[in-house]
């Protein structure tokens, strides 16, 4: 059971510079997707495959800092650097995580300016970045990325068709509803996120491996070649 004081009222216009949003970000996004923290893991554990010695992460809309803090101890243990990167004023202010948060609008980050990323984070991020400059932020995020290194996103894709894409979206509502979740939350969020959120599809991520889905969500990794 939610507690009162806890309770979050979904705008009718989602946006990351809401105070109440990000308030009650890190409660309403384990709630929504209850498999946030496993998925976190898991990059975790990926990041550890593909972050050398002095390396450096990106991590591409860095919300509160769930990849930071999940990554912290690997960053400390191979003298690492993370950066995290934020659109969101009010959100970077939130940022609880190791680096300091760089304000800057996604799609116009430019990865190039300095060392090399070894890994380059996008963890429920580019589904709010526009279908228009969707694919050359990935193609630029795969041409700035060190050989051998990678790319890992965790987001929501094209539902599919048919009625396997029906099932998905049920998984996805039960999840929701058996965290906690209302359902007058559940349908006030889908309404909210109208034409903000758009899944990617499939010719988005050519190329990419996937590790992780439940639902509509996707996790996968994308390895440089020598």
């Known amino acids: 059971m939610v507690k009162k004081s806890d309770t979050f009222k979904v705008p009718d216009e989602w946006s990351f510079n809401n105070p109440e949003v990000i308030e009650h970000f890190d409660r ?52 690492a650097k993370l950066i995290p990167i934020e659109t969101s004023l009010e959100m970077s202010r939130a940022y ?11 799609e116009d980050f430019n ?21 228009k400059d969707r694919i050359g932020l990935i193609q630029r995020m795969k041409a700035a990325v060190s050989i051998g290194g990678a790319i890992i996103v965790v987001d929501k894709m094209v539902p599919h068709s048919g009625y396997a894409g029906t099932v998905n979206y049920r998984l996805t509502l039960a999840a929701k509803y058996e965290a906690g979740a209302t359902p007058e939350e559940i349908i006030k969020k889908e309404l909210s996120i109208s034409g903000l959120q758009r899944p990617l599809s499939a010719v988005e991520l050519s190329g990419f491996v996937e590790f992780f889905r439940f639902g509509d969500f996707v996790g996968a990794v994308w390895e440089k070649p020598a």
């Open 28 to 79: 309403h996004v384990k709630e929504s997707l209850p498999w946030y923290d496993l998925a976190t893991g898991a990059v975790a554990q990926i990041a550890r495959c593909y972050v050398p010695k002095y390396g450096l992460v990106v991590d591409v809309g860095a919300s509160t800092g769930n990849i930071g803090r999940a990554l912290a101890g690997l960053l400390t243990a191979r003298s």
């Open 111 to 131: 990865f190039n300016d300095g060392d090399k990323p070894d890994l380059i984070v996008c963890f429920l991020t580019l589904m709010f970045v526009s279908v």
């Open 96 to 106: 609880d995580g190791p680096g300091d948060v760089v304000l800057a609008d996604i």
